[in-house]
């Protein structure tokens, strides 16, 4: 019941509050307005707006109103919720992500169910004001505690996501209703073990995370296998996660410094099936040197430059003449306009928290899908010279807007795909089990380019397997034999029983097993799009 009202509440913001008995008539022309006077004598003119407006005890009936199109209530609008943080005014992020737009209190803000969203980081100062109520479990997996950040990075990224809102003191967190689980993956030297990470997820998912937040990354050159930190380990444990359910968010990454052009391809693991890629975006809306670009695994942008949030008590007690401390804006040189992608992903996980502290039922893909399809454009006309409209490589789908996913609850809400993950072939495969089997499942070029079923085939026994793919798109079909257990290996080539891969979204092919055992039907995504699919399997 308590979910329920919460979801009824945050509804209820969309709509304007009534006042009684006050209507507002219009018409498609002011040349219409005598006319609709004559019905209405006693009401008021808005000339030269195409309206009227009356009191009167009920609404008015449209079809009796000549040449009126619309007839509304009328009712009034609220102020944004200003958090009274002082130094909210500091953090440009609030307002460019639109934050708190959505709410007209922090009562409502702050009465949200919490969420859980794991930082697998460097740890975090437990003892800091402004997050030490927010920390649900904190372990560390590379020894030394979990509670001690000695980097600061975590703490950082912390107090983006968690900091106390609306207490009058320091700043204000993205997510108020946030609970934390701090995992410790980092000692020094910024260098993060890969099973440390893998444990680390994996503690997180045992605990609970809905959202789990990864401001670290390894570097991704598809030019230079050599240099590719491609893991193996590191897919499975994201994979794990999100077969859980958890929402998964990772910064793109920074170029190297002396870098001579921006690196062109996003680290791992935000290169990886089902994970949020988040770049950084810039005040003046570009896209920082910095930023990491890529054509697929960009997801979105937040801002990235000039920005502060919390920091250990530690750092910031050596410069006892600064006011703020245990904030970046009194720490050491380097972080005083803290910038990086590993500051943009935290204000993705805290949008991500927040609409499923509104809505508890939504699986990740829907999250995903919420932060992209309402995040907005970034382009020349905003400050970023290089971006072309929609999609590109410098910022996704354009830059996070909180208020514009939350409003979209009260609309359609992307559908969900109960099939995932079935992204490759064996036992990562989605199993399909009778003689005839339809399903509807959903396929995106950016983020879930594969979706694989098994299936059983008898010796002898035939089948016919046909997809109708998402609209304008080119829809692959391949039917893989048994032992095919990675689809996207070129070594695997020689196990395709067959292919259909006619231009357009719709396929089909037929094939009889010459041995019993395991098939996978490969459904794949061969040109950018994304949306949803028919896929029909009939056995004979």
């Not at 808005?46 to 449209?62: H, K």
């Not at 909210?88 to 803000?109: P, V």
């Not at 052009?261 to 896209?287: E, F, I």
């Not at 089990?433 to 008898?458: M, P, S």
């Amino acid at each position: 019941m308590k979910r329920f009202v919460l979801v009824v509440v945050a509804a209820a913001l969309l709509a304007p509050a009534a006042d009684a008995g006050r209507y507002a008539v219009g018409v498609r022309t002011i040349a219409d307005l005598p006319r609709l006077r004559a019905a209405l004598p006693n009401a008021e003119s808005l000339a030269p707006i195409p309206a009227l407006v009356v009191d009167q005890a009920g609404p008015p009936r449209l079809a009796d109103l000549p040449g009126a199109t619309y007839v509304e209530r009328l009712g009034s609008r609220r102020l944004a919720f200003a958090p009274n943080d002082p130094l909210a005014a500091k953090q440009w992020n609030l307002n460019a992500t639109r934050a708190f737009d959505f709410w007209d209190s922090s009562a409502l803000a702050l009465a949200l169910p919490p969420v859980r969203v794991a930082i697998i980081d460097s740890g975090i100062d437990a003892t800091h004001p402004e997050l030490a109520d927010k920390i649900v479990e904190a372990k560390s997996f590379v020894g030394g505690s979990a509670s001690v950040d000695n980097e600061g990075h975590g703490t950082f990224v912390a107090g983006l996501i968690a900091a106390a809102v609306d207490n009058s003191a320091g700043i204000a967190g993205m997510a108020p209703s946030a609970e934390l689980l701090i995992a410790k993956v980092v000692v020094g030297g910024d260098v993060i073990d890969v099973e440390a990470e893998a444990n680390a997820i994996r503690w997180a998912v045992l605990n609970d995370a809905q959202v789990i937040n990864l401001s670290l990354g390894g570097i991704r050159d598809p030019r230079n296998p050599d240099r590719d930190t491609y893991s193996p380990l590191e897919a499975a444990a994201v994979a794990y996660a999100y077969g859980k359910g958890v929402v998964v968010v990772a910064a793109v990454g920074n170029a190297e410094r002396g870098a001579i052009q921006p690196w062109p391809y996003a680290s791992y693991p935000a290169a990886l099936p089902h994970v949020l890629g988040v770049s950084a975006l810039a005040r003046d809306g570009s896209v920082p040197f910095f930023s990491n670009r890529d054509k697929i695994y960009n997801d979105i942008a937040a801002p990235g430059a000039g920005i502060i949030s919390t920091m250990p008590l530690e750092m910031t007690a050596p410069f006892k003449e600064c006011l703020d401390q245990g904030f970046s804006s009194c720490g050491p040189d380097e972080w005083r306009k803290g910038e990086g992608t590993s500051f943009a992903a935290p204000q993705v996980s805290a949008a991500a928290a927040v609409l499923l502290a509104v809505r508890p039922d939504l699986h990740p893909e829907q999250v995903t899908a919420l932060l992209t399809e309402t995040a907005r454009d970034v382009n020349a006309a905003t400050g970023c010279k290089a971006c072309p409209p929609r999609r590109d490589a410098f910022t996704g789908w354009g830059r996070l807007d909180v208020t514009a996913a939350l409003r979209q609850l009260s609309g359609v809400i992307p559908p969900r795909d109960r099939y995932e993950p079935n992204d490759d072939g064996g036992k990562d495969a989605a199993p399909l089990w009778g003689r005839t089997k339809r399903i509807e499942a959903t396929l995106d070029f950016w983020d879930d380019q594969n979706d694989v079923y098994a299936i059983r085939l008898r010796r002898g026994q035939p089948v016919f397997v046909s997809v109708r793919g998402p609209a304008g798109t080119d829809t692959n079909l391949i039917l893989w034999q048994p032992h095919a257990k990675h689809v996207d290996d070129l070594g695997s080539v020689g196990l395709v029983a067959r292919q259909s891969a006619r231009p357009g979204p719709n396929e089909w092919l037929s094939y009889r097993a010459p041995k019993t055992g395991t098939y996978y039907v490969q459904v794949k995504l061969g040109s950018r799009g994304s949306g949803k699919y028919k896929l029909a399997i009939v056995k004979a």
